[in-house]
């Protein structure tokens, strides 16, 4: 198993432009949720979702949109990028919570210039 | 408004010796706790975790104690060894939905 893959790895956005960043897991998690860190700083939620078609809000959800058309794919879509939103990005999935443990991918380390 | 605090920023221990991580939080609605663990430029990854019905879980080197009256909890690992450098964040969940994660304690363990 893959595990949780996001991609790209790294990127540099202009301010106003738009990105989607992928999301993938192959071990049929209900769960998947997409977190920011900033430097020096916790994980913050900004959306999850349980299960194909359903998605809600996690901490600063602002700037952002989400979509869960399959089991595996949970993309992450910026809308006119800010520097605000230079940030990590992690994409996790779980089987349920609580008390299951999210599963991480490597992150995406995104830029806004 | 940080619900989780990890008031250490960094740790230093020589292998061998106990390194003792803390966490407080303030949520008293929190059932269940985790502590991950990141490598430079990859994911968190699970380490440990305890029910709010626990005091104390234990896996192989590492051991996770909760003290609820006083909203606290820690991680201790026995013997530390270099490949535990990392950061270790503390993480508690009230709806079973949201991790809610502490800044992070960079441990290096040193020969």
């Known amino acids: 198993n893959a595990g949780v893959t996001q991609t790209p790895k790294f990127r540099i956005l202009k301010i106003g432009q738009s990105m989607t960043l992928q999301c993938t897991q192959d071990?049929?998690?209900?769960?998947m949720y997409w977190y920011r860190q900033d430097p020096g700083m916790g994980l913050k939620l900004i959306y999850y979702?349980?299960?194909?078609?359903?998605?809600d809000k996690g901490e600063v959800p602002n700037g952002y949109n989400v979509s869960r058309s399959t089991t595996e794919d949970f993309p992450l879509r910026l809308e006119l990028a800010a520097p605000s939103q230079t940030s990590v990005y992690f994409c996790?999935?779980?089987?349920?919570?609580?008390?299951?443990?999210?599963?991480f991918g490597p992150g995406t380390r995104l830029t806004v210039t | 408004d940080q619900q989780v605090k990890q008031n250490s920023p960094s740790l230093s221990v020589q292998e061998g010796r106990i390194s003792i991580l803390n966490c407080d939080y303030t949520n008293s609605m929190f059932d269940y706790f985790l502590w991950y663990k990141k490598y430079p430029a990859e994911g968190p990854t699970f380490l440990i975790s305890?029910?709010?019905?626990?005091d104390k879980n234990e896996d192989g080197r590492f051991t996770v104690f909760l003290n609820k009256s006083a909203k606290h909890l820690s991680l201790h690992i026995v013997p530390s060894q270099p490949g535990d450098s990392a950061v270790y964040f503390c993480?508690?969940?009230?709806?079973?939905?949201?991790?809610?994660f502490g800044k992070g304690t960079s441990l290096l363990v040193t020969p």
């Open positions: 305890i029910s709010s019905i626990k």
């Open positions: 979702s349980v299960g194909a078609g359903i998605t």
């Open positions: 993480a508690a969940s009230a709806d079973g939905y949201a991790l809610n």
């Open positions: 996790a999935s779980s089987y349920s919570p609580p008390g299951y443990e999210q599963y």
């Open positions: 071990m049929n998690h209900n769960y």
